[in-house]
């Protein structure tokens, strides 16, 4: 017999087994890490740059030129104007967007075992908004800003005060975004927590709406599934991870959380 979650989400009898899988596990550990990408976000309607319904679904922005090209380092020294342009665009539907009940689980289980880390590739913030607290933004966070010519930085509630480009407010110079931009390295910090975090192992591993293509997003689940851990992917489509994990879950990422979360309390 087929059943709803609160989010709207039908749970055929292979899923509901497979939620029940995933709750035995959860039972079971004291740490757990939460992987998670773009497939989360998008549960609150924000859109990805790429792919169906992307900000760039099919096109490039300007007479051709790749987004990734517009959101790099290089564009961004050249002609912060023009970047700045699709950053606030960026911006913008974060804005209009929210954490879902799927960022809510995730800083909820934080709170009910002994040991829980996010390890996420969005920039979005959602995860802090929604309670969590340790959080590996390993690409960044769009409402930190730094300087490109001295050492300020600052959180920011929004963009929407900005000119294009943005000033700083000590030396003039431009502002940019605390992010991980297309031909950048990942950041000092958040890849030092990540190596002592992943180092140290966890009992289980959620990979959530994300393809996994990057090696440090695959390998805490290729990790445990060498050393004989648990790991489970909530994904509707199939991804470079999906014949190593323990449980496959192919459903949206929040009301599967959600449905997780409910049958563990329970």
Known sequence: MDSLTPAGETLTLDDARGVERVVDLLRRSQSV???????????????????????YDGCD???????????????LERRPDLTWKYLLQIERACRSAAPNRGHEVIAEAERAFERVWVLTQNVD????????RNVIDIHGDLYRVRCLRCPYAAPVADYSSFTVPPACPRCGGTLRPDVVLFGEHLPAAQLATYKREVER????????????????ISAPVLDAYHLHRSSVEINPGETDVSEFVTVKLPLRAAPALDAIWRAYRG
Do not use: M
């Open 61 to 75: 922005p300007e007479d051709g030129v790749p987004i990734e090209s517009l959101l790099s380092r290089e564009a």
């Open 125 to 132: 913030g959602f995860h802090r908004r929604a309670g969590s």
């Open 33 to 55: 890490l939460f992987i998670t990408g773009a497939g989360l976000s998008a549960d609150s309607g924000l859109p990805t740059y790429r792919g169906a319904g992307g900000l």
């Open 201 to 216: 192992g966890f009992d289980l591993v959620f990979s959530i709406g994300t393809r996994s293509v990057f090696p440090y």
